[in-house]
């Protein structure tokens, strides 16, 4: 499994590649926790059901306003 991890520092990304598991052997440690939580977040992304109220794009802004003299 090749694992490319992108890391923001200030001003510039970081871009980790590892080709092969024996590559980042070193930081085995570091890694597969790592690749564990983001496996969950894919697998509970996939689950979530959401109503249709929240589901709605709501990202259109509102219809222009018209002011009237009573």
């Given at each position: ?25 070193d930081?085995?440690q ?9 496996e969950e ?6 689950r ?6 929240i589901?709605?794009?709501n990202?259109l802004?509102p219809?222009?306003l018209e002011?009237?003299t009573?």
């Amino acid at each position: 499994m090749q694992v490319i991890l992108s890391v923001h520092r200030p001003g510039r990304w970081q871009n980790l590649t590892f080709p092969t598991p024996q590559s980042w052997q070193d930081l085995h440690q570091s890694v597969i926790p790592l690749l564990d939580w983001l496996e969950e977040l894919r697998k509970f992304k996939n689950r979530v059901k959401l109503r249709e109220e929240i589901a709605r794009n709501n990202s259109l802004p509102p219809p222009k306003l018209e002011l009237k003299t009573r």
